[in-house]
């Protein structure tokens, strides 16, 4: 059941009036609505991964409370490690044991020894990492004292299991969800129009920007061994729009939706191609994960403490567990290592804080320099997107060798039988938009708030892509 | 949470308005279009009187030339459309005689697409502008599944078909671009591939008698238009040859020509005569159906 689908829109209304007419006086009754209709959100996908996460949800529930009542350290350890083992495990065994027993395989090979791996072909539990780091998360604060473990078995199930964010995110922490959770919602007519915003938006990004940019990104990287310099460039730009337009567009949709039960979700991006350097990206890029790594991984191995080498062994770890995070491949692999060696420079220089305000653009040479900044950012994330989006390593390579070699610059027709030039309007249009709203979470509300809804609603209705539709990519992770 | 209700309720009803504003838009500018498609091409050119009419699939349009058959003075338009199947073949042929088009001949190809009684989706799309000004069409898709979503909720059709009538299709059709489905008089050249697919299985292909190959029998012999079935050419690396035989036996007044054309040269893909290759077929099947007097 996606967001953007016909059953979805049939399945939020009974839910948003049953949360507030019938279980409105009781926030008891209001979580376990959201937590029945969050399992049937998720049985929707596949019933028979339910029971992972009801196992991944009694886990987690249960190691907390055991921390939390343990006097003795030693025991307090061994509930949280095994919390940690049993979570990683069963992330590892999903999503990463193929993934290892080939390249195993591989390397034996390399040495002349014929080996046929055991191959597990799971299928792999939709959301598995998005509520697999929200219980990591939950059990390592409680081991680390920064909150109490919760009790009700309800209001933490919901924390991990609240529909909105269970398949894709954004990944909360219960210091920000649970005492939400518990607290009486009540309903706010400026919160629940904020949310309608939120979607209306988030739809935009998916079914205009992003499914749209899909067509012709799949016609050029399809195509990549034909196509020429221009086509194979604006093919990594149309993946950096296809991605951003559907990942931040589920996130605006799960933020507002969110919104509409009174609940709010961590921000997920804020306007990430405008970042000036490479750092700044990836504090406005998924948030969510970003800060997971800094808080849980960075941070705890000494974080921007100690000497350079060692900050440098600290940045180069999450990156690249931020890579491997989204997929066992060694493409995701190398897009993280890549990103870290972006960040390098910045990080040698003491640059990587340089640029925490947002962005203003002054009519002199500084403004000009901004917009240099901007698009030398953008064109280094869109050339680790290739690596993002090529099936192998060996594809990328190719890709970025073409990109450079060709030197054809003529637009070319594609075989999705379109010209560049009918979508670069497009993006142009929805780049313009967005930097004029770069300070607020989305650009409808404020002045001529209907005027700007309808024209969402016309840009929908004509502009979309319906006739072939495509799942999250984030989905997939 | 009434105001909350009230401001719900006047999205959804700008939603619905922008949606019949829409609709009314679209409809109106394809109901005035005629440089791009057949079937616009059929509606909204005054009455014609041809010698002959090609109908079929993309082995009709890449493979009758009608310059050919204009030289022995047939007057000839090739309506052949890529992806069709005889659903809107039947579909065109009635409106073409509901247009007062005086016809002597009607070259159909009827082959691979006997075993088809389905819709195509791409053709389909574009006779949906005309679902409602057009009873014809609106009966022809009347048993479709989707028909009351299509005729019912304003702009549905160009949402569903957007690839085919969406926004960038109604550009062009506002900047009167041609497409290239009119040139050459319907017919469309198809050049040599070195990589060609020249192999082809059809043993999956299951004929039955075909109810819109009966409707346009029925239309040309109420209307006294002769009618003209063929079978067109296929390379030779197929498997399954054994279909064209069937398809002689089930309708014995189908002309088997698949063998007027043989030698893999003259094929863009197994089931795609090249230009050289349309042209050489085109003359065999005039010299056969249409002989000097």
């Known amino acids: ?477 | 949470m009434k105001s909350f209700l009230r401001y719900i309720g006047f999205a959804l009803l700008l939603l619905v308005g922008i949606a019949v504003l829409l609709d009314v838009v679209y409809t109106d500018i394809y109901s005035l279009a005629k440089d791009r498609w057949k079937m616009e091409y059929v509606l909204h050119t005054p009455a014609q009187q041809y010698d002959v009419v090609i109908l079929g699939s993309s082995r009709a349009n890449n493979h009758f030339v009608p310059e050919l058959f204009e030289k022995q003075g047939l007057k000839t338009f090739n309506f052949g459309m890529s992806g069709s199947h005889l659903f809107e073949d039947a579909l065109l042929l009635e409106l073409l005689i509901e247009q007062k088009n005086s016809i002597n001949y009607v070259l159909l190809e009827a082959d691979l697409n006997l075993s088809n009684e389905k819709r195509d989706e791409g053709t389909t799309a574009r006779y949906l502008p005309y679902l409602r000004s057009n009873s014809t069409i609106r009966s022809h898709y009347q048993n479709e599944p989707e028909f009351p979503y299509w005729y019912y909720l304003p702009f549905y059709r160009y949402m569903a078909f957007e690839s085919q009538i969406g926004f960038l299709e109604l550009m062009k059709t506002v900047a009167h671009e041609p497409s290239s489905s009119l040139s050459n008089k319907g017919y469309y050249p198809l050049p040599s591939h070195k990589k060609g697919n020249m192999k082809n299985d059809y043993r999956a292909l299951k004929l039955r008698p075909n109810r819109y190959y009966q409707q346009i029998k029925k239309l040309c012999a109420q209307h006294h238009i002769r009618l003209i079935t063929v079978t067109t050419p296929v390379c030779e690396n197929v498997k399954g040859m054994a279909y064209f035989e069937k398809v002689t036996q089930l309708y014995p007044e189908i002309h088997n020509c698949e063998d007027f054309v043989n030698q893999d040269r003259y094929f863009s893909s197994c089931g795609h005569l090249n230009d050289a290759g349309a042209r050489l077929f085109t003359q065999k099947i005039i010299s056969k159906f249409f002989p000097k007097k």
Not at chain 1, 33 to 44: E, R
Not at chain 1, 64 to 87: C, D, M, P, T, Y
Request: glycine share 6%; net charge positive; hydrophobic share 50%.
């Open chain 1, 1 to 477: 059941m996606f967001f953007n689908s016909l059953a979805f829109a049939l399945f939020l209304p009974p839910v948003f009036a049953l949360y507030w007419w019938l279980c409105a006086k009781s926030v008891a009754k209001q979580n376990a609505l959201l937590l029945l209709t969050s399992y049937v959100f998720y049985a929707c996908w596949d019933w028979r991964f339910l029971f992972l996460l009801l196992f991944s949800t009694f886990l987690d529930y249960f190691t907390g409370l055991q921390i939390h009542q343990s006097e003795r350290v030693a025991k307090k350890r061994f509930w949280f490690w095994l919390s940690i083992g049993v979570n990683l495990g069963f992330l590892g065994l999903f999503k990463y044991y193929d993934f290892f027993a080939v390249s195993f395989a591989e390397l034996f090979q390399g040495f002349g020894l014929s080996v046929s791996p055991f191959l597990l072909k799971w299928l792999l539990p939709v959301g598995i990492s998005f509520y697999t780091f929200h219980g990591l998360s939950y059990v390592i604060d409680i081991y680390k004292g920064r909150i109490l473990a919760e009790k009700n078995p309800v209001d933490y199930a919901l924390f991990v299991s609240y529909f909105p964010l269970l398949v894709a995110g954004p990944i909360e922490r219960a210091t920000h969800l649970l005492p939400q959770i518990k607290q009486t919602r009540k309903f706010s007519f400026s919160q629940a129009q904020e949310g309608v915003y939120l979607i209306v938006w988030g739809l935009v990004k998916k079914i205009v920007i992003a499914d749209t940019c899909a067509t012709y990104a799949n016609a050029i990287f399809d195509h990549a061994d034909s196509v020429n310099t221009l086509s194979l460039a604006l093919g990594a730009v149309y993946f950096a729009f296809q991605i951003y337009g559907d990942f931040s567009g589920y996130s605006d949709m799960a933020i507002g939706i969110s919104k509409l039960f009174g609940l709010e979700l961590l921000r997920n991006f804020n306007y990430p191609y405008f970042s000036r350097d490479i750092a700044e990206f990836w504090r406005r890029w998924h948030i969510s994960l970003s800060s997971w790594f800094r808080d849980y991984v960075y941070i705890p191995l000494g974080g921007s403490q100690g000497g350079k080498w060692m900050q440098l062994r600290n940045v180069f770890a999450i990156f690249i567990l931020s890579g491997f995070w989204h997929g066992a491949n060694y493409t995701y692999l190398f897009w993280g290592f890549l990103n870290a060696l972006y960040f390098l420079p910045l990080l040698w220089q003491q640059k990587n804080r340089a640029n925490l305000e947002s962005s203003k653009l002054p009519w002199n040479l500084s403004g000009l320099r901004i917009v240099l900044n901007i698009l030398a950012t953008f064109a280094l994330t869109c050339i680790a997107w290739v690596f993002f989006r090529a099936k192998s390593m060996t594809v990328a390579w190719d890709y970025l060798y073409r990109l450079a070699t060709n030197g054809n610059w003529n637009s070319e027709f594609l075989a999705n039988r379109r010209y560049n030039f009918e979508l670069l309007s497009l993006i142009v249009l929805f780049v313009a938009v967005e930097w004029r709203h770069r300070n607020q979470m989305q650009p409808i509300s404020g002045k001529y708030a209907w005027l700007k809804l309808g024209l969402c609603f016309a840009a929908l209705l004509a502009l979309g892509t319906y006739s072939d539709y495509k799942s999250f990519i984030y989905f997939q992770f």
